[in-house]
């Protein structure tokens, strides 16, 4: 039996689907921010109605913003970096400098909208 991922193990543990915003994402061949196709985004959630639902991905409140929506309740989820055995300074040529490389994206978003600090509950992410 294939293992399922474990944010499907969470919506299924929590008897409610989940809806994953890579499906949302519009994607476009020119180099800029991510952005979502807001309009079904927005028909998905009002077709739920009242009901529960998990909405799970990068950049979540900046998705959520784009529809005049906010969580009920914030999870925030952040992997735990394993200890370095060597100086990270020397992988300086691989970052990736490019201003809307995904990796930029992120770290604006955190600094900007600081999700660790709003989440109702903080998970810390280890690999076994």
Known sequence: MKEKRPQQRGSLQFGMPAIHLDLFI?????KSA?????????????????K????????LLEALATIEKSPDYLVFVE???PQRSRDRRLDDDLIDRREFSLSNQVTRYLERRRPSDLANFNLVWTES
Do not use: F, N
């Open 79 to 81: 992997k735990a970096e």
């Open 34 to 50: 991510i952005s979502w196709r807001t309009d079904d985004l927005a028909r998905c959630l009002k077709a739920r109605g009242a």
């Open 52 to 59: 529960p639902i998990i909405i799970e991905g990068v950049l």
């Open 26 to 30: 519009r994607r476009s061949e020119s």
